[in-house]
Structure formats: structure tokens, C-alpha cells
């Protein structure tokens, strides 16, 4: 990606001022936050080596009241803490011009964890959700190209519904971040 981002590094806020601020689904996210189990000792490990590395920045366009933000970042969150990466939170509403440049599908999706050179070079992201989630709103998108249909809304959310239930299959939302997070990584 030809992106730099470098404008936005101090413009953000810690995770723990996201946490500390958020006024929508802070139980919710606190307990994902401090529920958080690694899946395997391998995946911590990973994140530990990374603690020397000082050559990546990250940047996560988040959003209080975004379901996937508060089953993503709070995992997000503990493996950045121990990569020892330097991590900033932009608010969405604050950084749309930043959010125009990673659309889902061609709409704002969030989160979106940007992974960045120090000298503010994009080196790749993620998000705003796990691949095995993130399929089937790909899937309802196709198949419901009109959100002006009178039926859309309904569907929409039995779709989040069964996206809520995916988060949870396998090793649930730890594992697929965790992983997709370190495949994303691993290729930096």
C-alpha cells in the first residue's frame, strides 16, 4: 500500500483511554478484555518475540457502539500489549478520512488495525472482523445488494445474529484474532 498515516501518529488515544472513555458496552468489552485466555503457547510467544521489534506502529479506527469492536479489540488489545507495539485508538467519527481509505465492501467497517512503519508507510491491516465472520456479511451483501429493500433491516439482523454465534465457533474470537492477527504480521 502507497498509505501514510504518519499525519495521524499522536493523534490517537491509548487503549486504555478507549476503555477508560467508552460510554457504550464498556462491561461488555472490559469483560472480553479481562476474560481473554491465549489459545496456545505458541500464539504468546509470538507476541512476545515482537517486543524487539521498534520498526511497527499500529493505528485501530474503533468505534464504541460497533458490536465487532467490542468482540475484537479487546483481544486486539492483549496480544498489541504484548508485542510491545506502540498502539493509538482513532476514534472513527474523529478519522473518517483515515477510515475512507480501508472500506469493507465499500462501506465504513470498523475496527480496522493498521500496521505502519515508523516512518508512517502502511504496511498492511486488519479487520473488521474475522475472515469466518466477515464471510457471511460478504455473503448477505451479495445476495441483499438494496438497503432501501423493506425486508433489509430484518434480515440484516438475523444475519448478525448467526455472525454473533460464528465469533464463538472453534477456539472463539481469541483464537481467529489472535491467529489472523499473527498470519498478518508474520508476512510485515
Known sequence: MSLNVADKFGKGISPRQFMDGMGQNKETFEAWYEGFVWQSEEDREFFESLNFRDDI???ILAAEWCGDVVRSVPVVFRALETSGFM????IL????DVMDHFLTMGGRAV????FAD????????????????????????????DREAPDYNEKIAVVRQ???????????????????????????
Do not use: C
Request: net charge negative.
Open 118 to 145: 515508523t516512518g508512517g508507510h502502511v504496511l498492511g491491516y486488519w479487520g473488521p472482523r474475522p475472515a469466518h465472520v466477515q464471510q457471511l456479511m460478504i455473503q448477505f451483501k451479495q445476495e441483499n445488494p
Open 93 to 96: 467519527e474523529d478519522h473518517q
Open 57 to 59: 506502529r499500529v493505528l
Open 111 to 114: 475496527p480496522i488495525v493498521i
Open 162 to 188: 448467526e455472525m454473533a454465534k460464528k465469533y464463538e465457533e472453534g477456539a472463539g474470537v481469541n483464537g481467529s484474532v489472535v491467529s489472523e492477527l499473527r498470519d498478518k504480521i508474520s508476512g510485515l
Open 87 to 90: 498502539t493509538e485508538v482513532l
